[in-house]
């Protein structure tokens, strides 16, 4: 596609249960990142995937959190056992080769009730 | 490791102010510069950027120069919009090679401009 696309883009989801966020990233790109913005707050580093080399979780807040990209394109971020804190945008990015500009998606707005 | 400071908003300013929102940073080596902005309701989209010292990035009437010598990459336009409304966020991506060049961003400045 010509962007980078997130789905879905709005999540609502009960307190305790299990939600996957997609994104595809622009064909080509061998970096990705997820980030989640809170309300009216920065942009938090989650996880980032270069190329075939082993991600970087350092980001990622607790056990329950887990990424994966199939393939070198798709990834999909997963919540264990949401909490309300989890409530969030999360956002996608990819980018083509090293210290080359981040494209964005639009983000997926995740909702704990 | 890496790591961005930008100055905390909000900034509010009248129409045609000059604007300047401070940005420095911490890495290894020589990283790429960026700034991002996020108009009200939409994502995330490079405004500028600079990979090299010295090197000066430009759109849109806003500029900003890469500073090695004091770590700054400061965001400046001479006369904003009320269009120019958003939150402006600094970054970088490091030079450690692949596994070590993920995006780095300070917290974000919110910028208001009233007419």
């Known amino acids: 596609g010509a962007g980078v696309s997130q789905s879905p883009s709005n999540k609502v989801t009960e307190k305790g249960k299990d939600v996957e966020l997609r994104c595809d990233p622009i064909?080509?790109?061998?970096?990705l990142y997820w980030y989640r913005q809170s309300l009216g707050q920065g942009l938090e580093f989650l996880i980032y995937f270069q190329g075939n080399s082993a991600p970087d979780k350092s980001g990622l807040p607790s056990d329950r959190f887990s990424a994966e990209r199939t393939g070198g394109s798709v990834s999909t971020l997963t919540i264990q056992r949401t909490q309300q804190e989890d409530s969030a945008v999360y956002l996608c990015?990819?980018?083509?080769?090293?210290?080359?500009?981040?494209?964005f998606g639009q983000g997926t707005r995740l909702t704990v009730v | 490791g890496d790591s961005v400071t930008q100055m905390e908003g909000p900034v509010t300013l009248s129409e045609e102010a000059f604007l300047t929102i401070n940005c420095t940073y911490t890495a290894t080596g020589y990283p790429s510069l960026f700034w991002y902005v996020q108009y009200p309701g939409e994502g995330l989209q490079l405004l500028l950027k600079a990979t090299k010292a010295d090197d000066k990035g430009s759109n849109k009437g806003f500029e900003a120069t890469y500073r090695k010598e004091t770590t700054s990459f400061h965001l400046e336009k001479g006369s904003v919009q009320v269009s120019d409304s958003a939150v402006y966020f600094c970054a970088l991506t490091g030079a450690r090679g692949a596994a070590g060049n993920k995006l780095t961003f300070g917290g974000g400045t919110r910028v208001l401009v009233k007419p």
């Open positions: 990015a990819s980018s083509q080769t090293l210290n080359t500009e981040a494209f």
């Open positions: 064909s080509g790109h061998t970096a």
